[in-house]
């Protein structure tokens, strides 16, 4: 099978490394891929939001399916282009990825599916939500209806920030996307992560994993798009897969296909998990970054067929096997993110990282020059492990951390932290 994957972060790479192990895959194409991944296929010099380039090579050169990994090309329509030419792709329609790309449109989906969510309202003008902010308690949620690359949510403690971030989001602070707001109940409780995927009709569970979002350690500073991640997640228990297969997964994708819109793809439940029940704080039309590196770690199973599957409605009577193992993933990123930072500085030590058993380095950030690896983002490097528990996995992952030199990256020292503590 020729595969065509899209995207070029520590997803993509762990998506890239998972398949390449496929004996079923003949050749791996990557658009445009990273100085990791590149290892594992040809790299086109195709960028992943040329949607036209993107499907007239999977046309021109019988790509039997094309894996998107990130929400941009989605939202913009690279599924329905490339299933218009015939080509099969792992990833929505447009129409479909609404459910990421259009905060109200998600509520929408969960009250017509009665799936659990925030009560919410969504406002275009300011005086109607100032005065729906009044009706609330605090803290309040503001969001950007559309997609703000992970910046559209505030959680104002006070009436002020929230009527501050009402005005700036409603004066064009993220252009287009937040035209229109989402003000919603803040919903108390312990997040975890959990993918599905689906060919619209048929699903197949995967599992739940956590990240952490916040830069620094104890969960203080600003947010990122994840400094961590583990999987199991123990709040994730079976109570609770459950009730999230039975009220909210279930309920969605039946709620999609409904409207003529099937979902093809991972579904990404972003939940509130209080009590053994779950609530849907977000859906994501992709795989979660770091979370998709962990599950790849996990998944025993041969990944390339359940995408194939997924991608062309022969999803019925598939089932993926996990290890038991646990998986930790630590990401190392630039002193300076998720604000300004430099770009450029050397890292050595990733071989010495990966020739440790268990251990797996996934670049999302990197540059390759005259053979040297550099920094070239924010988040840099995901060091992932595998271990019998969480706290093994994430000493392990540290080991790998430690291998590697680049003073001028910084990580968390307490991935896990939680877990761990419930362990204890
Ligand atoms: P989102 O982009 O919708 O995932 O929101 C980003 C983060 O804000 C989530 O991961 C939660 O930590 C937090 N958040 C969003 N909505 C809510 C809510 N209604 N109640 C509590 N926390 C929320
Ligand atoms: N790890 C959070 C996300 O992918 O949105």
């Given amino acids: 099978m020729k595969v065509l994957l899209i995207g070029g972060g520590g997803r993509e790479h762990a998506l890239g490394w998972k398949i390449a192990q496929s004996p079923n895959l003949t050749k791996l194409y990557l658009a445009p891929g990273n100085p990791g991944l590149n290892r594992l296929g040809e790299k086109l010099s195709i960028p992943e939001n040329d949607l036209e380039a993107i499907t007239a090579f999977a046309r021109e050169n019988e790509i039997d399916l094309v894996v998107v990994g990130p929400e941009a090309p989605l939202a913009d329509g690279l599924g329905d282009k490339l299933r218009a030419a015939g080509v099969a792709c792992f990833g929505p329609d447009a129409s479909a990825a609404q459910l990421e790309s259009s905060k109200g449109f998600m509520k929408e989906v969960c009250a017509a599916a009665g799936a659990p969510t925030a009560a919410f309202g969504q406002f275009s003008e300011q005086a109607p939500a100032k005065a729906f902010l009044r009706e609330q308690t605090p803290p309040y949620v503001i969001k950007a209806d559309g997609l703000a690359a992970g910046k559209g949510v505030v959680i104002a403690e006070t009436l002020d920030e929230a009527d501050a971030a009402v005005r700036e989001m409603l004066s064009g602070q993220f252009g287009a996307a937040s035209a229109s707001i989402v003000i919603e109940e803040f919903m108390a409780g312990e997040e975890a992560s959990f993918f ?186 995901n060091v992932t492990a595998t271990a019998a528990s969480i706290g093994e996995a994430v000493a392990r992952a540290y080991e790998g951390v430690d291998a590697i030199d680049w003073p001028e990256g910084f990580y968390r020292r307490d991935i896990a932290w939680r877990a761990l503590e419930r362990d204890a």
């Fill in 196 to 381: 599905a995927i689906t060919d619209g009709t048929s699903i197949v569970p995967m599992i739940a994993a956590q990240d952490h979002k916040r830069a620094f350690e104890g969960d203080k500073g600003p947010n990122t798009g994840g400094m961590g991640a583990y999987s199991p997640a123990p709040v994730f228990t079976p109570a609770v897969f459950e009730r999230t297969m039975n009220e909210i997964v279930e309920p969605i994708v039946a709620e999609m296909r409904a409207r003529g819109m099937p979902y093809i793809g991972v579904l990404y439940a972003g939940l509130m998990i209080k009590d053994e029940r779950p609530r849907l704080v977000e859906i994501n039309a992709r795989f979660g970054d770091p979370e998709c590196q962990i599950l790849m770690r996990r998944m025993e199973s041969d990944l390339l067929p359940v995408l194939y599957a997924a991608a062309t409605g022969a999803l019925k009577g598939a089932s993926i096997n996990w290890r038991d193992d646990a998986a930790a993933l630590v990401v190392m990123a630039t002193e300076g993110y998720p604000g300004a930072y430099k770009k450029g500085s050397l890292i050595s030590g990733v071989n010495d990282a990966n020739a440790l058993s268990d251990v797996v380095v996934f670049h999302a950030g990197t540059k390759e020059e005259n053979g040297a690896l550099h920094a070239g983002g924010g988040r840099v490097l």
